[in-house]
């Protein structure tokens, strides 16, 4: 339930890491929770992962790209639960036991087996190691998108564009762009509306209401303005953007600039492919 108190403070959500440490660095471990498995790992990871598996389909939080949020749900069976930790985690684990067995087959092979306590913990086994997966393919692109050359960085949004099937007629060169740095447009003369202008910030911190004002300054009614920023937007930031009623603006935060990047990586030229390049593994996904 640490977890859960934790998470209601964190509408971004946190990384799975962070909430891990979170526990460990609230209360005190046994020493075999404290301990290591022969193969690697620390014990007290596996054990709270596990944990979280009942969570997720007790649909009391979920986790995305190596983040974890809680959801309404999950607020509600926090604050129902919030002097009871054990029946917490049983309602979890009864909320799970309904979702396992919704996910039975309604038309067995002749023979099959019914699925036993071990096959579980062997399903929720081979699902904590692809969150772990995800989570450490994750850190290491937004590291990598962080640490980009912020020109580089720019260049990298403008081949996105082009895939896309966009005009790229400008990039800011270094110095003050005033407030512009990727000019874009929908045909190769630029003859036709809307013009594109484009704003990128590679900064970790998320932009404000008032840095999205000042980018809203240099949109013509008749342009489309796109900001694209690593560290996110504030709420109030998002909201500013989506009751605009004159300005056509889109924001683009990491993880919608990573989903684009995949989505038109194949249209992407072979030379563009270097500012992220990219190489799916396919595996077969976890069922629990």
């Known amino acids: 339930m640490i977890i859960f108190n934790q998470l209601q403070k964190q509408p971004d959500g946190m ?17 075999y929770e404290s301990g290591s498995y022969d193969s690697g790992g620390k014990r007290y990871e596996k054990i709270i992962r596990f944990a979280t598996v009942d969570c997720v389909k007790a649909g009391w939080m979920y986790k995305q790209k190596g983040r974890w949020f809680i959801t309404d749900a999950g607020i509600q069976a926090y604050q129902k639960y919030s002097k009871d930790p054990e029946g917490f985690y049983k309602e ?25 306590g071990e096959e579980q913990q062997e399903g929720k086994s081979v699902s904590i190691t692809f969150e772990q997966a995800e ?58 509306p809307p013009r594109i202008k484009v704003q990128v910030k590679r900064q970790q911190s998320t932009v404000g209401v008032d840095g999205l004002r000042s980018f809203m300054a240099v949109l013509n009614d008749d342009d489309v303005g796109i900001f694209v920023s690593l560290g996110g937007f504030s709420r109030d930031a998002r909201e500013e953007a989506r009751f605009q009623e004159k300005r056509k603006l889109t924001l683009i935060d990491l993880d919608l600039l990573f989903d684009l990047w995949v989505q038109y990586y194949d249209r992407l030229k072979e030379e563009d492919r270097k500012y992220m390049p990219l190489k799916p593994i396919y595996f077969l996904a976890p069922t629990v």
């Open 15 to 31: 990384a799975g890491k962070d909430a891990i440490n979170h526990v460990v660095q609230s209360t005190s471990l046994t020493p």
């Open 92 to 116: 979890a684990c009864r909320l799970y036991n309904l979702w396992k067995n919704s996910q039975v087959d309604l038309d067995p092979e002749p023979g099959a087996e019914p699925d036993t």
């Open 135 to 192: 989570e450490q393919a994750w850190g290491e692109v937004s590291h990598y998108l962080h640490h980009m050359q912020p020109y580089e960085f720019q260049y990298m949004v403008a081949a996105l564009l082009t895939a896309m099937g966009y005009y790229v007629a400008w990039v800011a060169p270094a110095g003050k762009d005033g407030g512009i740095d990727i000019m874009a447009q929908g045909d190769p003369l630029g003859a036709k």
